[in-house]
């Protein structure tokens, strides 16, 4: 069945630093979608990408699907501590979550 | 325009005991979505369900749970004879159409079970 496999699992950055985490599915996806979890809290949706090569930016955040709709990343320029979380990817069918990064932001 | 609810908010269990947890989705969305999620763990999809129908159960474990969409009323997930391992966060989400159109789901706060 369809995996998505998340990297890395945790990152610790001091606030000012960027980040970034990568999302690979073992199958061709026709969308991502892309949350974040505050500790303690539940997951919030925060963009889908469909278009093969799609990027879009909220902000400091930048979301890119890869050409053959198999991977997707999240970049964070410039981390706050409002940043600290969980951010999942996932695929379409089922909305097969992500192993999610966990990102600790260090004041 | 309330967003996805889910209650209790916490359900404390002994073993052997049974389990109701609730989910009201928001206001016109007809599909219903839960996950379950250990500790320090990524989510994973239990059960996808229609109003009245169950349309994708392959998550959810054959025996104790089961999980229903009534016409009228919340989706409700039960689990029967709880066990230890059965202490997680659940969470329900909704979304306004089905899981391969291009519709974000909307979680709710989820039930943190605990079973003594």
């Known amino acids: ?107 | 325009n309330a967003g996805v609810m889910q209650n209790p908010r916490h359900l404390v269990r002994r073993r052997g005991q049974e389990a109701r947890l609730r989910c009201s989705p928001m206001k016109g969305h007809s599909h219903v979505y839960w996950y379950r999620q250990l500790p320090e763990e990524g989510l994973k999809f239990m059960v996808y369900l229609q109003k009245e129908n169950i349309i994708d159960e392959s998550g959810m474990p054959k025996e104790r749970f089961s999980a229903e969409f009534p016409k009228e009323g919340p989706s409700i997930l039960r689990i029967q004879q709880v066990v230890r391992g059965d202490s997680a966060a659940y969470f329900c989400a909704s979304s306004l159409n089905d899981r391969l159109s291009n519709q974000p789901q909307h979680f709710g706060d989820g039930t943190r079970l605990s079973i003594l």
């Open chain 1, 1 to 107: 069945g369809q995996q998505v496999m998340q990297i890395p699992q945790y990152q610790h950055v001091q606030e000012g630093e960027d980040f970034t985490t990568y999302c690979n599915s073992s199958t061709t996806l026709s969308n991502i979608q892309w949350y974040k979890q505050r500790p303690g809290g539940h997951p919030v949706f925060l963009i889908q990408l469909v278009k093969s090569g799609e990027v879009k930016k909220q902000k400091r955040l930048t979301f890119q699907f890869g050409e053959a709709k198999k991977n997707s990343s999240l970049h964070i320029t410039a981390t706050q501590t409002t940043d600290v979380g969980t951010y999942f990817c996932a695929g379409p069918d089922k909305l097969i979550f992500g192993t999610g990064t966990r990102l600790q932001v260090f004041p």
